[in-house]
């Protein structure tokens, strides 16, 4: 396992020697392109590194000296179009197989690469146009992405290069290339955030980022050179460089790519990890939530052995449901953008359903109140990083050009994240949420993600997202917006089960005070909840508790149970 290289031991007996010897130890002027993947071409040549399909049936094989050879040809042509060490680059992707070679000859001749996912529109690429400064664009055409790319250039003078073009490369170009060299606080990628609460920001990574996710691969997901891996995610997004790239390769697994157009079914999944031999599998909680309703016993799933969660918290609910389905615990893992993986279930403890795990090997997490004090075990308090002893490896260096924006989340000696969550007994982390998801009602602050299982848990519910709404005498009204499982009707009826049923599990001030059923939830392109837009549609609507209330037929005697 390559990994090893770069760690003080090759074996860990437990969490407490993990955490006091397992941070990735960084090398000088590290690259991951140069120092791992050509090393792997030297050691294991012939060992299968991506494994990539689609959904027409198309499959190729690559190994790393396939992948050494052809990054170097793709560097040369990328040279040859006049890009050099420092330009910015925005990448449309999607899955193509041509992606992983394009970042990895990127690394190596000091490009920087700014993924995206194919279903932006043309106003959001011309945002990161703008913002980033991009030099070239590189896309696949799936019909929709290159249109909205020319709308957005508009008069720029930025070149468009397709994935034909880099494949072409691979054959006309060289295959060797002289060391392009770079400190290990380059800028090497970059991503913009999903935006969910805010503009997207321009989260950089220097070129030690690889290694930070020695944790994601090799700890959390439990990888080693007989894995096949295969995480859901579109290069577009952090996920692809969590569960797709760095960690996966460090770790000797085989990463595999199922490139899909549109939305993947249960059944597409399933068939996948059952054809391909899967014995790895990594997907945010809406994924979970889906497959849990399939047929497992349709598929052949005897080689998945691990499966891991992360994106947002995991209801309890679904982590039963799985594991009775499959067999198969589910690993929770915590990070963003801005981070590899902080806190996770890791191999010496066993799962708490709904936990995030406890802390990465390198990252000295602490939950802080308002005033930046420690809170106590069971006292909720936000997710920051100290920096006492540095910057962890695999956290971000700061906001690209925003110099203001980095100062507010890197003070008084903590990264902080802007999530929070509090620590059990046994000291387990459990995710509450972002800090504007949180609902003050009352005089109580109530966890969206708390009152969302506990409704899951009720037979009528297929999906729900909690958030807040004005009311005169509490100041915020918990509300939840619910789709419902098959045959179940919105009824008034309904909704006097549902409160009752939250009322029966936890303290009366957490029920749902109103609810409304939708035909589906808001997600980002990442699939996560939008609960800020549910908000701003309520505000919109001018959704308050009174005129909500008499709508579904609560007196105000029985408001006040």
Known sequence: MFALKFLKKDKFDSYDDYIQNGAPIVPENFNFSYDV?????????????????????????????DLSQ?????????????????????????RRWEYWILMLAMHKVGVIPIPSTNQLKAEDIEYRIEQAESKAIFAFDDGHIINEIHTAIGERDIPIISNEEIAASIETMPST?????????DTMVIYFTSGTTDMPKMVA???????GHINTAMFWQRLHDKDIHFTLSESGWAKCSWGKMYGQWLSGATVFVFDFAGIATAHDLLHAISEHHITSFCAPPTVYKMLIHADFSKYDLSALEKADIAGEALNPEVYEKFLDLSGIKLHEGYGQTETCIMLFTNQWIEPKPGSMGMPSAGWDVQLLDEGGRPVPNGTVGEICVSLKNGHPVGLFQG???????????????FYHT??????????YYWFVGRNDDLIKTSGYRVSPFEVESVLLEHPAVREVAVTGIPDPSRGMAVKATIVLNKYFQGTDVLVRQLQDHVRSRTASYKYPRVIEFV??????????????????????????????KSAIGLDSKEEEK
């Open 37 to 65: 993947i050509d090393e792997l071409a030297k050691e294991t040549p012939d060992a299968l590194a991506l494994l990539w399909t689609n959904d027409s049936g198309d499959v190729k094989k690559f190994t790393f000296k």
């Open 70 to 94: 052809m990054s170097n040809s793709v560097a040369n042509f990328l040279t040859s179009r006049g890009l050099k060490k420092g330009d910015t680059t925005l990448l449309f992707m999607r």
């Open 177 to 185: 290339i002289e060391r392009v060299p770079n400190e290990n606080t």
């Open 205 to 211: 990574h220097n070129f030690t980022y690889p290694l």
């Open 399 to 413: 906001y690209h050009k925003n110099d203001k924006l980095t100062a507010k989340v890197f003070r008084d000696g």
């Open 418 to 427: 802007g999530d929070v969550a509090y620590r059990d007994n046994d000291g």
């Open 519 to 548: 035909d589906s939830l808001p997600m980002t392109i990442s699939g996560k909840i939008r609960r800020a837009l549910i908000r701003t549609l309520d505000s919109a609507k001018n959704t308050i508790i009174e005129p909500v």
